[in-house]
């Protein structure tokens, strides 16, 4: 006999429709999550593309690049460098950018982090308490709440930072200083912004997460409805 969700034969490793529409699902998110990533990435290769611009100019750099082999290493290998480069830097932003929603939706994570706080329990502080010891305590005390503020405020740097390098790559007013282009927005000249270099900041800014957040969601729903016994796909 059969019963709900202790039923192995219902939670078998059968393939079905369900399993055809998330792989499609999931390899056409790739795709674009690829692509969201280059158009992320491109701005931090830019940087990198005008700070080697000035690198270059230095003597002991066109020395290197003179040189017979070496030199033809270098330009062979420079622009995969670069991008390479970009991508080491984009990526410890893009992480912490995305981790603390993706950890709040862990439904793991927020037990681990609620039976933590319940299991340390409070430490008291004593009035002949050092001042290293009140100040431990109190560190110890507010561990897990300091640690969540904390990553939410790093999200928020790297979110600032990547702002800024966007901006920068994909000016809202082209040809005006940013200092003026604030200054025209503030005023509302919205008019002047260019819209595909508006597109190109949120692009930048947002997809990578949206991308990752839909595809968390999307399991969800695809575990849920495996578990269920009710579904016949």
Known sequence: MQTGFGSKRKR????????????????????????????????????????????????????????????????????ATVWIGAF??????????????????????????????????????????????KSAKKTLNNFIDGFLRQMWLYCIGAYLIDLAICCWYYPLIPGVSWDKAVSLLLLGQWRRINTANLFGVISTLFAVEIVVHVLISVWMLYKFLKGSSNVKL
């Open 12 to 79: 078998g490793k059968s393939f079905g429709l369900l399993d055809i529409f998330i792989l499609c699902l999931y390899a056409g998110a790739g795709a674009a999550l690829v692509w969201f990533a280059a158009m992320n990435i491109a701005p931090y290769k830019a940087l990198l593309d005008n700070a080697g611009a000035e690198f270059v100019k230095n003597g002991f750099m066109a020395f290197v690049l003179w040189l017979p082999l070496i030199g033809n290493l270098f330009r062979t290998l420079g622009n």
């Open 88 to 133: 080491m830097i984009w990526l410890p932003v893009q992480i912490v950018e995305v981790l603390p929603g993706v950890l709040w939706r862990h439904h793991g994570f927020l037990e681990a982090v609620v039976s933590a706080s319940d299991s340390n329990g409070y430490v008291a502080i004593k009035d002949n308490d050092g001042v290293t010891i």
